[in-house]
Protein backbone atom coordinates (compact mmCIF):
# COMPACT_ATOMS: atom_id res chain seq x y z
CA UNK A 1 0.00 0.00 0.00
CA UNK A 2 2.53 2.74 0.73
CA UNK A 3 4.41 1.91 -2.37
CA UNK A 4 1.31 2.66 -4.23
CA UNK A 5 0.84 5.66 -2.45
CA UNK A 6 4.10 6.70 -3.19
CA UNK A 7 3.66 6.03 -6.92
CA UNK A 8 0.25 7.82 -6.94
CA UNK A 9 2.41 11.07 -5.15
CA UNK A 10 4.73 10.75 -8.00
CA UNK A 11 2.77 10.13 -10.97
CA UNK A 12 0.49 13.54 -9.29
CA UNK A 13 3.73 16.03 -8.67
CA UNK A 14 4.55 14.79 -12.69
CA UNK A 15 1.48 15.14 -14.34
CA UNK A 16 -1.46 16.88 -12.39
CA UNK A 17 0.41 19.12 -9.39
CA UNK A 18 -3.06 20.52 -8.45
CA UNK A 19 -3.99 17.31 -6.85
CA UNK A 20 -0.79 17.14 -5.31
CA UNK A 21 -0.51 20.57 -3.66
CA UNK A 22 -4.21 19.44 -2.46
CA UNK A 23 -2.86 16.46 -0.97
CA UNK A 24 -0.08 18.40 0.54
CA UNK A 25 -1.84 20.92 2.09
CA UNK A 26 -4.60 18.96 4.11
CA UNK A 27 -4.45 20.72 7.77
CA UNK A 28 -6.26 17.99 9.23
CA UNK A 29 -6.70 14.37 9.57
CA UNK A 30 -9.85 12.92 10.66
CA UNK A 31 -10.26 9.59 8.85
CA UNK A 32 -7.62 6.50 9.82
CA UNK A 33 -7.34 2.95 8.25
CA UNK A 34 -6.98 0.05 10.64
CA UNK A 35 -8.42 -3.69 10.34
CA UNK A 36 -9.63 -3.68 6.54
CA UNK A 37 -11.40 -0.48 7.43
CA UNK A 38 -12.11 3.39 7.59
CA UNK A 39 -12.74 4.97 10.96
CA UNK A 40 -13.40 8.58 11.75
CA UNK A 41 -11.70 10.31 14.77
CA UNK A 42 -14.64 8.82 17.24
CA UNK A 43 -13.26 5.32 16.10
CA UNK A 44 -16.28 4.79 14.45
CA UNK A 45 -16.58 2.67 11.38
CA UNK A 46 -16.81 3.99 7.84
CA UNK A 47 -17.73 0.81 5.99
CA UNK A 48 -20.26 -1.10 7.41
CA UNK A 49 -18.04 -4.60 7.51
CA UNK A 50 -14.69 -3.91 5.79
CA UNK A 51 -13.15 -1.71 2.56
CA UNK A 52 -12.77 -5.06 0.40
CA UNK A 53 -15.95 -6.44 1.21
CA UNK A 54 -18.18 -3.07 1.30
CA UNK A 55 -16.13 -2.39 -1.90
CA UNK A 56 -16.79 -5.86 -3.58
CA UNK A 57 -20.68 -5.14 -3.39
CA UNK A 58 -20.47 -1.76 -5.06
CA UNK A 59 -18.26 -3.19 -8.23
CA UNK A 60 -20.18 -6.40 -8.25
CA UNK A 61 -21.93 -6.56 -11.83
CA UNK A 62 -23.27 -2.14 -12.14
CA UNK A 63 -25.71 -2.80 -14.85
CA UNK A 64 -27.77 -5.58 -12.53
CA UNK A 65 -26.17 -4.17 -8.95
CA UNK A 66 -29.60 -2.42 -6.95
CA UNK A 67 -26.92 -0.21 -5.15
CA UNK A 68 -26.48 1.46 -8.66
CA UNK A 69 -29.03 3.61 -10.11
CA UNK A 70 -30.15 3.03 -14.00
CA UNK A 71 -30.99 5.87 -15.73
CA UNK A 72 -32.13 5.04 -19.61
CA UNK A 73 -33.02 7.70 -22.21
CA UNK A 74 -35.66 5.50 -23.04
CA UNK A 75 -36.85 1.51 -22.80
CA UNK A 76 -39.24 0.90 -25.79
CA UNK A 77 -38.08 2.83 -29.20
CA UNK A 78 -41.07 4.98 -30.20
CA UNK A 79 -42.01 6.49 -34.09
CA UNK A 80 -41.80 9.72 -35.14
CA UNK A 81 -44.64 11.83 -36.69
CA UNK A 82 -45.40 12.90 -39.96
CA UNK A 83 -43.93 16.02 -39.33
CA UNK A 84 -40.43 14.72 -39.58
CA UNK A 85 -41.13 12.74 -42.69
CA UNK A 86 -37.19 12.88 -44.02
CA UNK A 87 -35.13 11.83 -40.70
CA UNK A 88 -38.41 10.40 -39.15
CA UNK A 89 -38.29 7.91 -42.31
CA UNK A 90 -34.79 6.68 -41.69
CA UNK A 91 -35.58 6.34 -37.59
CA UNK A 92 -38.71 4.26 -38.28
CA UNK A 93 -37.22 2.33 -40.81
CA UNK A 94 -34.48 1.25 -38.38
CA UNK A 95 -37.15 0.29 -35.95
CA UNK A 96 -38.83 -1.96 -38.46
CA UNK A 97 -36.27 -3.49 -39.30
CA UNK A 98 -34.91 -4.23 -35.80
CA UNK A 99 -38.16 -5.54 -34.96
CA UNK A 100 -38.09 -8.40 -38.02
CA UNK A 101 -34.55 -9.65 -36.09
CA UNK A 102 -34.59 -12.97 -34.47
CA UNK A 103 -33.23 -11.73 -31.64
CA UNK A 104 -35.12 -8.47 -31.14
CA UNK A 105 -35.85 -7.76 -26.77
CA UNK A 106 -38.99 -5.38 -26.59
CA UNK A 107 -38.25 -5.18 -22.78
CA UNK A 108 -34.68 -5.01 -22.59
CA UNK A 109 -31.34 -4.49 -24.11
CA UNK A 110 -27.97 -6.70 -24.35
CA UNK A 111 -24.42 -5.46 -23.22
CA UNK A 112 -20.98 -6.90 -22.95
CA UNK A 113 -20.30 -8.57 -19.91
CA UNK A 114 -17.16 -6.26 -19.36
CA UNK A 115 -18.00 -3.09 -20.95
CA UNK A 116 -19.95 -0.04 -18.69
CA UNK A 117 -22.33 2.83 -20.58
CA UNK A 118 -21.48 6.62 -18.89
CA UNK A 119 -20.80 5.93 -15.64
CA UNK A 120 -21.25 8.86 -12.61
CA UNK A 121 -19.45 7.61 -9.00
CA UNK A 122 -20.48 9.97 -5.96
CA UNK A 123 -17.99 9.55 -3.46
CA UNK A 124 -14.39 7.88 -3.29
CA UNK A 125 -14.16 6.67 0.79
CA UNK A 126 -11.27 4.23 -0.10
CA UNK A 127 -11.12 4.23 -3.54
CA UNK A 128 -10.78 0.12 -3.60
CA UNK A 129 -14.40 -0.12 -5.43
CA UNK A 130 -12.93 1.67 -7.96
CA UNK A 131 -9.69 0.23 -8.57
CA UNK A 132 -12.28 -3.39 -8.43
CA UNK A 133 -14.44 -1.42 -11.43
CA UNK A 134 -11.32 -0.30 -13.41
CA UNK A 135 -9.30 -3.91 -13.31
CA UNK A 136 -12.43 -5.33 -14.31
CA UNK A 137 -14.22 -3.40 -17.08
CA UNK A 138 -13.84 -1.09 -19.98
CA UNK A 139 -15.86 2.41 -20.13
CA UNK A 140 -18.17 4.63 -21.94
CA UNK A 141 -16.63 7.32 -19.64
CA UNK A 142 -16.38 7.37 -15.94
CA UNK A 143 -16.75 10.52 -13.90
CA UNK A 144 -15.65 10.10 -9.69
CA UNK A 145 -16.93 13.31 -7.69
CA UNK A 146 -15.64 13.26 -4.39
CA UNK A 147 -16.24 16.29 -2.37
CA UNK A 148 -13.62 15.92 0.71
CA UNK A 149 -10.24 15.80 0.17
CA UNK A 150 -8.95 13.38 2.86
CA UNK A 151 -10.68 10.42 1.16
CA UNK A 152 -9.17 11.78 -2.23
CA UNK A 153 -5.44 11.26 -0.10
CA UNK A 154 -7.09 7.91 1.26
CA UNK A 155 -7.63 6.95 -2.09
CA UNK A 156 -3.37 6.90 -3.03
CA UNK A 157 -3.24 3.90 -1.01
CA UNK A 158 -6.17 1.49 -3.26
CA UNK A 159 -6.08 2.97 -6.76
CA UNK A 160 -3.34 3.08 -9.03
CA UNK A 161 -4.02 6.63 -10.61
CA UNK A 162 -1.75 6.40 -13.66
CA UNK A 163 -3.02 2.74 -14.81
CA UNK A 164 -6.77 4.73 -14.91
CA UNK A 165 -5.41 7.63 -16.73
CA UNK A 166 -3.43 5.19 -19.05
CA UNK A 167 -6.40 3.19 -19.34
CA UNK A 168 -9.39 5.91 -19.40
CA UNK A 169 -7.37 8.12 -21.51
CA UNK A 170 -9.92 11.73 -21.96
CA UNK A 171 -12.65 8.80 -20.72
CA UNK A 172 -11.94 9.82 -17.52
CA UNK A 173 -12.82 12.91 -15.29
CA UNK A 174 -11.96 13.08 -11.70
CA UNK A 175 -13.37 16.29 -9.92
CA UNK A 176 -12.10 16.89 -6.06
CA UNK A 177 -13.25 19.23 -3.40
CA UNK A 178 -15.80 21.67 -3.51
CA UNK A 179 -18.80 22.66 -5.45
CA UNK A 180 -18.56 21.02 -9.16
CA UNK A 181 -18.59 23.20 -11.90
CA UNK A 182 -21.28 23.18 -14.35
CA UNK A 183 -18.63 23.15 -17.30
CA UNK A 184 -17.00 20.00 -16.12
CA UNK A 185 -19.84 18.05 -16.13
CA UNK A 186 -21.19 19.70 -19.43
CA UNK A 187 -17.24 18.30 -20.99
CA UNK A 188 -17.79 14.65 -19.72
CA UNK A 189 -21.22 14.78 -21.63
CA UNK A 190 -20.64 16.71 -24.27
CA UNK A 191 -17.30 14.84 -25.90
CA UNK A 192 -19.74 11.77 -26.20
CA UNK A 193 -22.90 13.90 -26.90
CA UNK A 194 -24.99 10.65 -28.54
CA UNK A 195 -23.23 7.20 -26.61
CA UNK A 196 -23.76 9.34 -23.26
CA UNK A 197 -27.23 9.90 -23.56
CA UNK A 198 -28.28 6.25 -24.05
CA UNK A 199 -27.88 5.01 -20.63
CA UNK A 200 -26.24 6.51 -17.59
CA UNK A 201 -25.20 4.53 -14.31
CA UNK A 202 -24.75 6.51 -11.39
CA UNK A 203 -23.60 5.18 -7.54
CA UNK A 204 -23.80 6.85 -4.47
CA UNK A 205 -21.32 5.53 -1.93
CA UNK A 206 -22.07 7.81 1.19
CA UNK A 207 -24.16 10.82 1.79
CA UNK A 208 -22.95 14.39 1.67
CA UNK A 209 -24.64 17.94 1.03
CA UNK A 210 -22.21 18.75 -1.63
CA UNK A 211 -23.08 15.30 -3.29
CA UNK A 212 -26.83 16.59 -3.55
CA UNK A 213 -25.83 19.86 -5.18
CA UNK A 214 -23.47 17.42 -7.89
CA UNK A 215 -26.54 15.38 -8.47
CA UNK A 216 -28.49 18.40 -9.31
CA UNK A 217 -26.13 19.78 -11.34
CA UNK A 218 -25.66 16.35 -13.44
CA UNK A 219 -29.35 16.01 -13.69
CA UNK A 220 -29.80 20.36 -15.21
CA UNK A 221 -26.97 19.38 -18.06
CA UNK A 222 -28.27 15.93 -18.68
CA UNK A 223 -31.53 17.91 -19.08
CA UNK A 224 -30.26 20.32 -21.42
CA UNK A 225 -27.96 18.41 -23.14
CA UNK A 226 -30.39 17.08 -26.12
CA UNK A 227 -31.18 21.01 -26.55
CA UNK A 228 -30.38 22.11 -29.91
CA UNK A 229 -30.85 18.42 -31.73
CA UNK A 230 -33.22 20.31 -34.12
CA UNK A 231 -33.61 18.35 -37.74
CA UNK A 232 -33.38 19.07 -41.25
CA UNK A 233 -37.21 19.79 -41.08
CA UNK A 234 -36.89 22.22 -38.40
CA UNK A 235 -33.73 24.02 -40.14
CA UNK A 236 -35.95 24.24 -43.64
CA UNK A 237 -38.31 25.97 -42.05
CA UNK A 238 -36.61 29.01 -41.00
CA UNK A 239 -34.48 28.71 -44.68
CA UNK A 240 -37.88 29.31 -46.20
CA UNK A 241 -37.96 32.27 -44.22
CA UNK A 242 -34.38 33.75 -44.50
CA UNK A 243 -34.23 33.56 -48.13
CA UNK A 244 -37.45 35.80 -48.30
CA UNK A 245 -36.11 38.37 -46.10
CA UNK A 246 -32.57 38.32 -47.33
CA UNK A 247 -31.40 42.04 -47.96
CA UNK A 248 -34.92 43.45 -47.31
CA UNK A 249 -34.03 44.95 -44.13
CA UNK A 250 -30.82 46.78 -42.71
CA UNK A 251 -29.27 43.58 -40.33
CA UNK A 252 -27.27 43.90 -37.08
CA UNK A 253 -23.77 43.52 -37.44
CA UNK A 254 -21.62 42.74 -34.41
CA UNK A 255 -17.87 44.29 -33.92
CA UNK A 256 -18.18 47.63 -31.63
CA UNK A 257 -16.48 48.46 -28.41
CA UNK A 258 -19.78 48.02 -25.48
CA UNK A 259 -20.90 51.04 -24.76
CA UNK A 260 -21.54 52.61 -20.97
CA UNK A 261 -25.05 52.52 -21.32
CA UNK A 262 -27.28 50.91 -18.85
CA UNK A 263 -28.93 47.89 -20.79
CA UNK A 264 -32.48 46.21 -19.57
CA UNK A 265 -33.51 43.21 -21.04
CA UNK A 266 -37.32 42.66 -20.47
CA UNK A 267 -39.18 38.98 -20.82
CA UNK A 268 -42.06 37.42 -19.73
CA UNK A 269 -41.34 35.78 -17.00
CA UNK A 270 -44.63 36.51 -13.92
CA UNK A 271 -41.92 38.53 -11.92
CA UNK A 272 -41.80 40.95 -14.54
CA UNK A 273 -45.51 42.17 -13.04
CA UNK A 274 -43.15 43.44 -10.29
CA UNK A 275 -40.58 44.89 -12.30
CA UNK A 276 -42.82 47.31 -14.30
CA UNK A 277 -42.06 50.38 -11.70
CA UNK A 278 -38.74 49.66 -11.83
CA UNK A 279 -38.69 49.86 -15.76
CA UNK A 280 -41.20 53.00 -15.80
CA UNK A 281 -39.06 54.85 -13.54
CA UNK A 282 -35.90 54.06 -15.28
CA UNK A 283 -36.96 54.00 -19.02
CA UNK A 284 -35.33 57.63 -19.41
CA UNK A 285 -31.66 56.05 -17.96
CA UNK A 286 -31.48 53.01 -19.98
CA UNK A 287 -31.85 51.45 -23.16
CA UNK A 288 -34.81 48.92 -22.91
CA UNK A 289 -34.86 45.57 -25.08
CA UNK A 290 -38.21 43.74 -25.00
CA UNK A 291 -38.24 39.62 -25.82
CA UNK A 292 -41.14 37.60 -27.45
CA UNK A 293 -44.16 38.33 -25.40
CA UNK A 294 -43.27 40.66 -23.11
CA UNK A 295 -44.01 43.47 -25.69
CA UNK A 296 -48.22 43.12 -24.57
CA UNK A 297 -47.48 43.41 -21.13
CA UNK A 298 -45.16 46.85 -21.98
CA UNK A 299 -47.74 48.40 -24.14
CA UNK A 300 -50.30 47.67 -21.63
CA UNK A 301 -48.06 49.51 -18.89
CA UNK A 302 -47.73 52.15 -21.11
CA UNK A 303 -44.14 51.47 -22.10
CA UNK A 304 -42.30 51.30 -25.62
CA UNK A 305 -39.41 49.81 -25.34
CA UNK A 306 -36.33 51.25 -27.55
CA UNK A 307 -35.82 47.63 -29.39
CA UNK A 308 -38.34 44.39 -29.20
CA UNK A 309 -36.56 41.11 -31.02
CA UNK A 310 -38.31 38.08 -32.23
CA UNK A 311 -36.74 34.92 -33.48
CA UNK A 312 -39.17 31.99 -33.56
CA UNK A 313 -39.89 30.79 -36.97
CA UNK A 314 -43.44 29.31 -35.83
CA UNK A 315 -45.70 29.61 -37.96
CA UNK A 316 -48.37 31.24 -36.12
CA UNK A 317 -45.96 34.13 -34.70
CA UNK A 318 -47.81 36.85 -36.73
CA UNK A 319 -51.26 36.08 -35.48
CA UNK A 320 -49.94 36.26 -32.09
CA UNK A 321 -48.30 40.00 -33.11
CA UNK A 322 -50.55 41.51 -35.14
CA UNK A 323 -52.84 43.03 -32.34
CA UNK A 324 -49.72 44.45 -30.86
CA UNK A 325 -46.55 44.71 -33.14
CA UNK A 326 -48.31 47.76 -35.65
CA UNK A 327 -49.14 50.03 -31.96
CA UNK A 328 -45.19 49.46 -31.34
CA UNK A 329 -42.93 52.91 -31.93
CA UNK A 330 -39.78 51.00 -31.20
CA UNK A 331 -37.64 49.38 -33.91
CA UNK A 332 -38.36 45.75 -34.29
CA UNK A 333 -35.60 42.90 -34.80
CA UNK A 334 -36.63 39.96 -36.05
CA UNK A 335 -34.58 37.34 -36.71
CA UNK A 336 -33.85 36.21 -40.37
CA UNK A 337 -35.51 33.23 -39.78
CA UNK A 338 -39.25 34.84 -38.57
CA UNK A 339 -41.90 34.74 -40.56
CA UNK A 340 -41.78 37.53 -43.41
CA UNK A 341 -45.38 38.77 -42.12
CA UNK A 342 -44.18 39.46 -39.18
CA UNK A 343 -41.40 42.24 -40.15
CA UNK A 344 -44.48 43.76 -42.21
CA UNK A 345 -46.35 44.45 -39.29
CA UNK A 346 -43.71 46.57 -37.94
CA UNK A 347 -43.15 50.24 -38.21
CA UNK A 348 -39.84 50.28 -37.88
CA UNK A 349 -38.15 46.48 -38.84
CA UNK A 350 -34.45 45.38 -38.45
CA UNK A 351 -33.07 42.02 -38.51
CA UNK A 352 -29.86 40.30 -36.89
CA UNK A 353 -28.65 36.56 -37.77
CA UNK A 354 -29.12 33.71 -34.97
CA UNK A 355 -26.44 32.02 -34.30
CA UNK A 356 -26.82 27.88 -35.41
CA UNK A 357 -28.61 28.87 -38.25
CA UNK A 358 -27.78 27.26 -41.57
CA UNK A 359 -27.28 30.03 -43.64
CA UNK A 360 -26.52 32.75 -41.14
CA UNK A 361 -23.11 34.76 -42.40
CA UNK A 362 -20.51 34.10 -40.14
CA UNK A 363 -19.74 38.22 -39.56
CA UNK A 364 -23.12 39.03 -38.57
CA UNK A 365 -24.08 35.86 -36.37
CA UNK A 366 -24.95 37.38 -32.82
CA UNK A 367 -23.08 34.90 -30.91
CA UNK A 368 -25.32 33.13 -27.79
CA UNK A 369 -28.51 34.21 -29.09
CA UNK A 370 -30.00 30.71 -28.88
CA UNK A 371 -32.43 28.64 -27.22
CA UNK A 372 -34.24 31.64 -26.55
CA UNK A 373 -35.11 34.68 -27.41
CA UNK A 374 -34.62 35.50 -23.85
CA UNK A 375 -30.74 34.71 -25.02
CA UNK A 376 -31.43 37.36 -27.87
CA UNK A 377 -32.32 39.89 -26.23
CA UNK A 378 -28.94 39.28 -23.70
CA UNK A 379 -26.26 38.77 -26.53
CA UNK A 380 -27.54 41.29 -28.71
CA UNK A 381 -27.28 43.70 -25.19
CA UNK A 382 -23.58 42.41 -24.87
CA UNK A 383 -23.03 43.92 -28.41
CA UNK A 384 -23.71 47.57 -27.03
CA UNK A 385 -23.21 47.24 -23.54
CA UNK A 386 -21.39 45.80 -20.46
CA UNK A 387 -23.85 46.78 -18.10
CA UNK A 388 -27.48 45.05 -18.27
CA UNK A 389 -30.43 44.71 -15.95
CA UNK A 390 -32.79 41.69 -16.19
CA UNK A 391 -36.80 42.00 -15.19
CA UNK A 392 -38.74 38.93 -15.93
CA UNK A 393 -35.95 36.90 -16.65
CA UNK A 394 -36.94 34.56 -14.37
CA UNK A 395 -35.84 31.23 -16.54
CA UNK A 396 -37.69 29.32 -13.98
CA UNK A 397 -41.08 28.84 -12.36
CA UNK A 398 -43.15 27.58 -8.94
CA UNK A 399 -45.32 25.16 -9.32
CA UNK A 400 -48.48 25.61 -9.77
CA UNK A 401 -48.46 29.16 -10.81
CA UNK A 402 -48.15 30.86 -13.79
CA UNK A 403 -45.25 31.20 -15.51
CA UNK A 404 -45.85 34.34 -17.69
CA UNK A 405 -46.91 37.69 -16.65
CA UNK A 406 -50.15 38.31 -16.71
CA UNK A 407 -51.85 40.22 -19.84
CA UNK A 408 -49.54 38.59 -22.24
CA UNK A 409 -50.48 36.02 -25.14
CA UNK A 410 -50.22 33.31 -22.38
CA UNK A 411 -53.68 34.48 -20.43
CA UNK A 412 -55.61 32.06 -22.76
CA UNK A 413 -53.70 28.88 -22.35
CA UNK A 414 -52.56 26.50 -19.81
CA UNK A 415 -49.08 28.24 -18.36
CA UNK A 416 -49.05 26.16 -15.25
CA UNK A 417 -46.61 23.58 -14.55
CA UNK A 418 -47.09 20.64 -11.69
CA UNK A 419 -43.56 19.64 -11.83
CA UNK A 420 -39.88 20.84 -12.92
CA UNK A 421 -36.05 20.54 -11.71
CA UNK A 422 -35.49 22.45 -8.80
CA UNK A 423 -33.07 25.25 -8.67
CA UNK A 424 -31.77 27.63 -6.92
CA UNK A 425 -33.65 30.52 -6.67
CA UNK A 426 -32.77 34.81 -7.64
CA UNK A 427 -34.54 35.26 -4.40
CA UNK A 428 -36.20 32.22 -2.72
CA UNK A 429 -35.87 28.71 -2.78
CA UNK A 430 -38.97 27.22 -4.73
CA UNK A 431 -37.95 28.10 -7.71
CA UNK A 432 -38.27 25.01 -10.23
CA UNK A 433 -36.95 24.87 -14.18
CA UNK A 434 -36.87 22.58 -17.14
CA UNK A 435 -34.13 21.74 -20.19
CA UNK A 436 -34.83 24.37 -22.49
CA UNK A 437 -35.12 27.10 -19.34
CA UNK A 438 -31.62 25.54 -18.06
CA UNK A 439 -30.03 25.71 -21.55
CA UNK A 440 -30.68 29.30 -21.69
CA UNK A 441 -29.60 30.03 -18.08
CA UNK A 442 -26.66 28.42 -18.53
CA UNK A 443 -26.03 30.17 -22.33
CA UNK A 444 -26.37 33.42 -20.37
CA UNK A 445 -23.82 32.48 -17.01
CA UNK A 446 -21.04 31.43 -19.62
CA UNK A 447 -21.49 34.94 -21.70
CA UNK A 448 -21.18 36.77 -17.75
CA UNK A 449 -18.18 34.65 -17.54
CA UNK A 450 -16.79 35.19 -20.92
CA UNK A 451 -17.39 38.75 -21.58
CA UNK A 452 -16.91 39.86 -17.85
CA UNK A 453 -20.56 41.85 -17.98
CA UNK A 454 -22.07 43.33 -14.68
CA UNK A 455 -25.71 41.78 -14.58
CA UNK A 456 -28.30 42.69 -12.51
CA UNK A 457 -31.01 40.60 -11.85
CA UNK A 458 -34.43 41.86 -10.71
CA UNK A 459 -36.52 38.66 -12.34
CA UNK A 460 -37.99 36.32 -9.55
CA UNK A 461 -36.94 32.88 -10.62
CA UNK A 462 -33.56 31.27 -11.02
CA UNK A 463 -30.45 32.37 -9.83
CA UNK A 464 -28.51 33.27 -12.78
CA UNK A 465 -24.32 32.53 -11.81
CA UNK A 466 -22.33 35.79 -12.06
CA UNK A 467 -25.46 38.19 -12.31
CA UNK A 468 -26.18 40.31 -8.86
CA UNK A 469 -29.72 40.05 -7.55
CA UNK A 470 -31.27 43.80 -7.26
CA UNK A 471 -34.43 44.34 -5.79
CA UNK A 472 -34.46 48.18 -6.86
CA UNK A 473 -32.17 51.04 -8.02
CA UNK A 474 -32.85 54.41 -9.47
CA UNK A 475 -30.07 55.10 -12.90
CA UNK A 476 -28.88 58.42 -13.57
CA UNK A 477 -30.34 60.15 -16.72
CA UNK A 478 -28.35 59.17 -20.28
CA UNK A 479 -28.80 61.14 -23.73
CA UNK A 480 -30.87 58.48 -24.80
CA UNK A 481 -31.37 59.69 -28.40
CA UNK A 482 -27.55 59.86 -28.68
CA UNK A 483 -27.03 56.42 -27.74
CA UNK A 484 -29.89 54.78 -30.16
CA UNK A 485 -28.04 57.04 -32.68
CA UNK A 486 -24.64 55.45 -32.07
CA UNK A 487 -26.44 51.57 -31.47
CA UNK A 488 -28.47 52.32 -35.09
CA UNK A 489 -25.08 52.55 -36.94
CA UNK A 490 -24.49 48.50 -36.29
CA UNK A 491 -27.31 47.83 -38.38
CA UNK A 492 -26.15 47.57 -42.35
CA UNK A 493 -27.70 46.98 -45.61
CA UNK A 494 -26.74 43.64 -47.06
CA UNK A 495 -26.18 41.66 -50.58
CA UNK A 496 -25.44 38.08 -49.55
CA UNK A 497 -25.86 35.36 -52.34
CA UNK A 498 -27.03 31.82 -50.91
CA UNK A 499 -24.87 29.19 -50.91
CA UNK A 500 -24.28 26.19 -52.11
CA UNK A 501 -24.80 22.87 -50.42
CA UNK A 502 -23.27 19.87 -50.95
CA UNK A 503 -24.76 17.37 -48.30
CA UNK A 504 -22.09 14.53 -49.49
CA UNK A 505 -19.32 15.71 -48.01
CA UNK A 506 -21.20 14.86 -44.93
CA UNK A 507 -23.26 12.16 -45.09
CA UNK A 508 -20.40 9.99 -47.45
CA UNK A 509 -17.80 9.68 -44.27
CA UNK A 510 -20.72 8.56 -42.03
CA UNK A 511 -21.90 6.04 -44.65
CA UNK A 512 -18.40 4.68 -44.97
CA UNK A 513 -17.67 4.79 -41.49
CA UNK A 514 -20.37 2.19 -40.22
CA UNK A 515 -18.48 -0.34 -42.55
CA UNK A 516 -16.15 -0.76 -39.17
CA UNK A 517 -16.28 -4.37 -37.84
CA UNK A 518 -18.33 -4.45 -34.90
CA UNK A 519 -17.82 -7.43 -32.23
CA UNK A 520 -18.82 -6.14 -28.99
CA UNK A 521 -21.37 -2.98 -28.05
CA UNK A 522 -17.88 -1.61 -26.83
CA UNK A 523 -16.92 -1.76 -30.85
CA UNK A 524 -20.18 0.11 -31.67
CA UNK A 525 -19.76 2.38 -28.98
CA UNK A 526 -16.93 3.90 -30.29
CA UNK A 527 -17.83 3.55 -33.79
CA UNK A 528 -20.79 5.96 -33.22
CA UNK A 529 -18.37 8.47 -30.53
CA UNK A 530 -15.65 8.19 -34.00
CA UNK A 531 -18.75 9.62 -36.27
CA UNK A 532 -19.78 12.29 -33.23
CA UNK A 533 -16.06 13.17 -33.51
CA UNK A 534 -15.91 13.60 -37.27
CA UNK A 535 -19.42 14.77 -37.82
CA UNK A 536 -18.84 17.75 -35.28
CA UNK A 537 -15.37 18.43 -36.68
CA UNK A 538 -16.76 18.69 -40.47
CA UNK A 539 -18.70 22.39 -38.41
CA UNK A 540 -15.09 23.62 -39.44
CA UNK A 541 -14.45 22.48 -43.14
CA UNK A 542 -18.16 22.12 -43.77
CA UNK A 543 -20.75 25.01 -41.57
CA UNK A 544 -23.71 25.45 -43.67
CA UNK A 545 -24.08 21.39 -44.80
CA UNK A 546 -23.13 20.96 -40.47
CA UNK A 547 -25.79 22.98 -39.25
CA UNK A 548 -28.35 22.12 -41.80
CA UNK A 549 -28.16 18.14 -41.60
CA UNK A 550 -26.46 17.68 -37.81
CA UNK A 551 -29.50 17.07 -35.29
CA UNK A 552 -30.92 15.22 -37.98
CA UNK A 553 -27.58 12.94 -38.33
CA UNK A 554 -27.53 13.05 -33.99
CA UNK A 555 -31.09 11.98 -33.83
CA UNK A 556 -30.55 8.59 -36.38
CA UNK A 557 -27.23 7.79 -34.69
CA UNK A 558 -29.11 8.20 -31.39
CA UNK A 559 -31.92 6.07 -32.47
CA UNK A 560 -29.51 3.50 -34.17
CA UNK A 561 -27.26 2.98 -30.91
CA UNK A 562 -30.09 2.38 -28.79
CA UNK A 563 -31.99 0.63 -30.76
CA UNK A 564 -28.60 -1.95 -31.49
CA UNK A 565 -28.55 -2.84 -28.20
CA UNK A 566 -31.80 -4.34 -28.69
CA UNK A 567 -30.49 -6.75 -31.36
CA UNK A 568 -27.47 -9.64 -30.95
CA UNK A 569 -24.55 -7.90 -31.77
CA UNK A 570 -24.04 -10.04 -35.09
CA UNK A 571 -27.27 -8.39 -36.19
CA UNK A 572 -26.40 -5.30 -35.97
CA UNK A 573 -25.00 -5.56 -39.76
CA UNK A 574 -28.60 -5.55 -40.81
CA UNK A 575 -29.51 -2.13 -38.81
CA UNK A 576 -26.50 -0.86 -40.78
CA UNK A 577 -27.81 -1.64 -44.08
CA UNK A 578 -31.27 0.48 -43.28
CA UNK A 579 -28.89 3.42 -42.48
CA UNK A 580 -26.33 2.83 -45.70
CA UNK A 581 -29.85 2.28 -47.95
CA UNK A 582 -31.33 5.35 -46.51
CA UNK A 583 -28.96 8.00 -46.49
CA UNK A 584 -29.05 8.55 -50.52
CA UNK A 585 -32.66 8.69 -50.32
CA UNK A 586 -32.18 11.41 -47.24
CA UNK A 587 -30.23 13.35 -49.50
CA UNK A 588 -32.24 13.34 -52.09
CA UNK A 589 -35.08 14.58 -50.55
CA UNK A 590 -33.23 17.31 -48.90
CA UNK A 591 -32.05 18.64 -52.26
CA UNK A 592 -35.24 18.40 -54.15
CA UNK A 593 -36.77 20.88 -51.17
CA UNK A 594 -33.24 22.99 -51.42
CA UNK A 595 -33.65 23.00 -55.26
CA UNK A 596 -37.10 24.87 -54.92
CA UNK A 597 -34.61 28.63 -54.19
Known sequence: MQKLFEKNIKFFYENLPHYYDLIKNLKHRNFYIKDDNLYDTNHNKVYPTSITGDSKQFAHIPTHNPLWEKDFFYIHPFYWKKDFNITGDIINSLFEKAKTLD??????????????????????????????LVNNYEFQSLFIYEPNPEFFAVSL????????????????????????????IQKFFHERKITSTFFNLELTT?????????KLKFEEVKQTKLRGWGTFEDEYRGIKNHLKNLNKYRTFKPGKQPKKIPVCIVANGKSLEKNIDFIKNNQNSMIIISVGTAIKPLLKAGIHSDFHIEQERIENLDDILKD????????????????????KLAKNPLMYMREAFTLSPKEYVIKGSSPIVGNAGFAFASNITNEIYLCGMDLGFRLNEKKHASGSYYDTTDDKEEQGIKVKGNFSDDIYSNSLLLSSKQNIELMIKKLKIKVYNLSDGAYIEGSIPLKNKTLPGINKQKALKEILKNFKNTSFSIPQLDLNKILLPISNTLNFEIKSYKDLT?????INDKLDESFLYHPNEYTLIRGSIYH?????????????IKEIPELIKVIQNQLPLYQKKINTLLSDF
Do not use: C, Q
Open 206 to 214: YKHPLMDDA
Open 157 to 184: YYIDYEKVYSKLKDRFFLWVKGHIDYYA
Open 324 to 343: TLPKYNGHFIGASVVKPEVF
Open 556 to 568: ILNNFYITSHKVK
Open 526 to 530: GVVDF
Open 103 to 132: SYTHDGFYFDKNFLPTTIIYGLLAGKHIDL
